[in-house]
């Protein structure tokens, strides 16, 4: 049994099936990586995981609470936080600014940015995230516009504004994409240090092979919208099943 459990979910589009009967158990305190050729269901899947679709059929649980139906920020409730392909901060806001929006969320999903009953309440905030920039070597550019940056320290940023959430389940949305290997391999770190120094489960979605190897410990192939393949990286690397699914032929 594990922390995230996706239990016989399907979803249509019209005549297109989407997603097949998909069941993945994702263990708790571990990297597992959704894999799979283009059109193979990984958007939709996690789309589903954070509120923005709604499956056919099927239950998804987290630390044994139904997560389906529920809205976005609802499910950000429950310990679960995302990681967008495009950064998704606020351009026209400091850097620290942005990740004390998250400070200030109202149960309702809406913001209040004097929500702090004291000074020394407000103090405490503000240390926490800064606390959250120094873990993800951004307290140097705190003020700076958060629209200034790097695509590499944007992704950082929006780490810091998850993590100041402190969630259990961190889901990355092909966290690498458009970066150049340098800053790749920057984010590679990064989630090794975030995965090393907290109790956090991480499912990662993502086309480049070596994001894949470098963090996951397990790894479940879609393809078509249906698992195809769940095993270790070592597993995975040659297996035929995978190979033809990403070669479109059967591997010799």
Partial sequence: M??????????RF???????NVNIDVAE????AI????????????????????????VVTFDGKKVLG??????????????????????????????????????????????????????????TAERMLDDVNMLGKRDMLAGSLSRG????????????????????????????R?????????????KESRDITMVIIEHDMHVVFSLAERITVLAQGTPLVEDTPENIKGHPKVKEAYLGEAAA
């Fill in 14 to 20: 019209g005549g297109l099936q989407a997603l097949g």
């Fill in 153 to 180: 320290d944007k992704r950082r940023l929006e780490m810091a504004m998850c993590l100041v959430q402190e969630p259990k389940l961190l889901l990355l949305d092909e966290p690498t994409a458009g970066m150049a």
């Fill in 70 to 127: 529920r809205k976005p920020h609802e499910i950000n409730q429950l310990g679960i936080s995302r990681v967008f392909q495009t950064p998704e901060i606020f351009n026209d806001l400091s850097v620290l600014e942005n990740v004390l929006i998250p400070c200030f969320a109202k149960r309702d999903g809406s913001f209040r940015m004097h929500a702090v009953e004291s000074v020394a309440q407000e103090e405490t905030v503000i240390e």
């Fill in 182 to 194: 340098a800053d790749t391999n920057n984010t590679i770190d990064l989630l090794k240090e975030i």
């Fill in 29 to 32: 305190n571990t990297v597992h």
């Fill in 2 to 11: 594990g922390i995230l459990e996706i239990s016989n979910v399907n979803k």
């Fill in 35 to 58: 894999i799979g050729p283009n059109g193979a269901g990984k958007s939709t899947l996690l789309n589903c995981l954070i509120g923005k679709l709604e499956p056919d059929t099927g």
